[in-house]
């Protein structure tokens, strides 16, 4: 989310419209794993989630994300090469 932080309650809403008050997703987010946290400690998961009164809305990073960050092409090949001649140096 954009902007992340506290927002109204407004009956009826559910997660995606909080997220789109938020200021929408940022690219390495993942709406679609969205988990929603309630008061009374249950957890649900998806954007058509309703919120309750005090409800927490995580949208998780995209597993790209994780893994690559904002890492460039060419920086992952120079370091896969980084390895690769650091284990031919050792042999």
Known sequence: MLTPGGFGFFPGYV??????MAGG???SGNPNRCTV???DGTVERGQEVVIRRGDVIVVPRTIKDT??????????????????LTYLATL
């Open 37 to 39: 946290k309630h008061r």
């Open 15 to 20: 997660a995606a419209d909080y997220i789109s």
């Open 67 to 84: 893994i690559i960050g904002d890492m460039s092409a060419l920086h992952i090949v120079v370091s896969l090469a980084t390895v690769y």
């Open 25 to 27: 997703n940022t690219p």
